[in-house]
Nanobody
Framework: VQLQASGGGLVQAGGSLRLSCAAS????????MGWFRQAPGKEREFVAR????????DYSDSVKDRFTISRDNARNTAYLQMNSLKPEDTAVYYC???????????????WGQGTLVTVSS
């Protein structure tokens, strides 16, 4: 399975961005989708996840009520809508797939290349 993340960019604090993650190859419909981010000098951290059928979602406390994860299995694409962005949201964002229901990055099997989000104050 190949994942292609896109949609990053430069935005002012309080603004919004929508990230996309397009999947190709393999049988991916029963994978849970996760979004992670890594800020400069920091470890990769969990942001959000969604079950394979979209019925269950989970968010880190730092993004809850601001970010929304979604997926369109017909289009093999997942999204991360990010609202009320803060400078501390600045990071490279990665999408990933896992056969588990987990926040742990080591249990994700497939990763996108990352897309940079920069939030200016």
């Amino acid at each position: 399975v190949q994942l292609q993340a896109s949609g990053g960019g430069l935005v002012q604090a309080g603004g919004s961005l929508r990230l996309s993650c397009a999947a190709s190859g393999g049988s991916k419909r029963r994978y849970a989708m996760g979004w992670f981010r890594q800020a400069p000098g920091k470890e990769r951290e969990f942001v959000a996840r969604m079950s394979w059928n979209g019925g269950t979602t989970d968010y880190s406390d730092s993004v809850k009520d601001r970010f929304t994860i979604s997926r369109d299995n017909a289009r093999n694409t997942a999204y991360l809508q990010m609202n009320s962005l803060k400078p501390e949201d600045t990071a490279v964002y990665y999408c990933a797939l896992t056969g588990w229901w987990t926040r742990m990055s080591v249990q994700y099997n497939y990763w996108g290349q990352g897309t940079l989000v920069t939030v200016s104050s």
